[in-house]
């Protein structure tokens, strides 16, 4: 049992993964982005204009996929995964809304934010209209599980949100204490969306266990790469869209990891930059170079992996088929991604 | 059939009306307060102590006692109602945590704003994570139809907060256009917080109607009092927490009335300090001169006496009992009171 995934480095298959996903779910995810487009509609010019901005932006829409593949693993064969697919992409849309304003970023995946275009003011209002849709978009589907699942999480989301702003600039941040932070603000979202996928699919036991579980490595492996790639990935090669984080300043696995291996003289570096946030040209470069003499990359990578291997036993208990592999694919394409 | 009730000033009136209605509902409101406190807990310390800042500020917690009072004027004796009140305050309360964000303000009523104590970032997620409890909440009460209705006016307030930013600063507002603003900012959760009272005691037909038409009516009545207070009120006697709305620029009825009422001058008046934000020492007590020119105080209470007279006669439907009383007297509270 148990499909074995080397989870060496290979973009080439890595992207295979998420095609393999991506052709499987097409049709359904096709209603999922009419659904949006559809709810997303409100009288006020603003609240469209602004909500498309980031709907449209090009994400991978990896979360509402996550709903559709695990309710049809399960063998959902009902409608309702498409408004909790769209549900689940309201509320990540909601959160990155308020995220830019908190985080007081301008470019996200190297596009202006909406705060930028728009103003704090109505991305925070945005933001809470998406919340209050997606709120009734799943009451609509009548399932008091996964409202129950999915308000559970908007919660610990937000409440993720703050641990970090308690804990930003703090250099001496420990390992356990970030996974506590992105366990809440990253993964909880991506435990719901594949654990409501069971609950429709009236698998409420082991089977919805089995998918909150993958759902939340697969969110801490996902959140460690993006913290990897924030500084240019293992290769730690300094591209486009590199630095935000460093930038505005965060505490991420990286610095957690350079921090605690690095001399007093890069320790001093880091509560410069970060803590006291007094950053000069050169710094990111020096950054970035810090972290390559002590394996930070590479080793967040590592973690990812590790993460990534529980993804993948916890799927084990599924029979076999095409939605298992592609879940399974889908954790090396969340390690092994380049962007 | 109907209670007269005259709505002539009278103070002393208003305030028994409203103590009333809190004494009938006061067993219910210590539930309700004892279930907000329970469940703004977090191990993160920041979120209960800025949610109860506010929580525990001294409001008079209108929104969940029309939900105890309407639901018992119904008939219900179970105990979701006091869940169904707790949401509600919540929400209000992650409500006013964005709009103080949004609205840059450092004072409510009086005191200093959560956000000047803990900072923008942590009321606009604080607010967030007060809105996924709302949610959870009301999940547990398992009425799918009044999770439909809270979560319906939830995007409602968001865009009529949006509809407002966009209007904002723009003194040719008509009445109309802010009568559609305040009807989505305000009187959707009045509108909620009632409605859903007759929802969870099975009268979902012409009960539920009327008592969604009485909590609309009273909360456009309710602002509007609020707004003409916030000019020190039909006797316009400039006080402490005076003149919020004119610091922020907001286009409100009193100004709406004063401008289309006003010279070419007084426009200018209010196009300088509202339109173009250039205010100066005195700018305020100007503004009340005018307002008290063209009677735009006295009027705009005359609108809310309006609003007032019908929520009213939507009562009317009912069997006579003290909760219809107490709720009938409760808009004479709103459109009298003087804070």
Same mark, same amino acid.
């Given at each position: 049992?148990?499909?074995?995934? &080397?989870?060496?480095? /290979? ?8 095609a ?6 097409? $049709?359904e ?15 006020? &010019?603003?609240?469209p204009?602004?909500a ?28 309702? +995964? ?15 809304l308020?995220? /830019? ?9 190297g ?9 704090n ?6 933001g ?88 939340r ?26 630095? /935000? ?8 696995? &990286?610095v957690?990891?350079? *921090? ?7 320790? $001093? ?9 007094n ?10 170079? *810090?972290?390559?003499? +002590?394996?930070?990359?590479? /080793? ?24 298992r ?9 969340c390690?092994?991604?380049n962007?």
């Open positions: 049992m148990g499909v074995v995934v &080397p989870l060496e480095e /290979d973009r080439g298959r890595g992207h295979n993964a998420v393999q996903l991506q052709a499987l779910v097409a $049709a995810m096709e209603a999922v982005n009419e659904f949006i487009r559809e709810r997303m509609a409100s009288e006020v &010019p603003m609240v204009e602004l498309s901005h980031l709907i449209n932006s090009g994400g991978k829409r990896l979360r509402p996929m996550l709903t559709i593949a695990s309710s049809r693993m399960c063998g959902y064969t009902g409608k309702d +995964h498409i408004k909790l697919a769209a549900t689940v992409e309201f509320l990540h849309t909601a959160t990155l308020h995220d /830019d304003v908190v985080d007081e970023s301008d470019l996200r995946r596009k202006r934010t909406a705060r930028t275009i728009w103003g003011q109505a991305s925070v209002l945005v809470d209209f998406l919340l209050g849709r997606a709120f009734k978009l799943m009451v609509e589907t009548k399932s008091l599980r996964a409202l129950e699942i999915i308000s559970d999480a908007a919660s610990i989301i937000a409440e993720g949100e703050v641990m970090q702003l308690a804990a930003a600039k703090d250099t001496g941040t420990t390992e356990d204490a970030y996974l506590r932070v992105i366990s809440a603000k990253t993964a909880a979202l991506f435990a719901a969306a594949t654990e409501i996928g069971a609950v429709i699919s009236g698998r409420n036991g082991s089977e919805a266990a089995a998918l909150e579980s993958y759902g490595n697969l969110g801490i492996a996902f959140q460690l790469v993006d913290d990897a790639l924030d500084y240019g990935g293992r290769a730690a090669s300094l591209g486009k869209n590199v630095g /935000d984080d460093f930038r505005e300043g965060k505490i991420t696995l &990286p957690v990891l350079a *921090f605690r291996r690095g001399t007093a003289e890069e320790r $001093a570096f880091w509560q410069r930059t970060l803590q006291e946030g950053r000069q040209d050169g710094d990111l470069e020096k950054a970035v170079e *810090f972290m390559q003499r +002590h394996s930070a990359l590479e /080793d967040t990578t590592s973690r990812a992996r590790h993460y990534g291997a529980i993804a993948i036993d916890a799927l084990a208990i599924f029979p076999e088929s095409e939605y592999d592609a879940l399974t694919l889908l954790v090396e394409f390690i092994n991604r962007h």
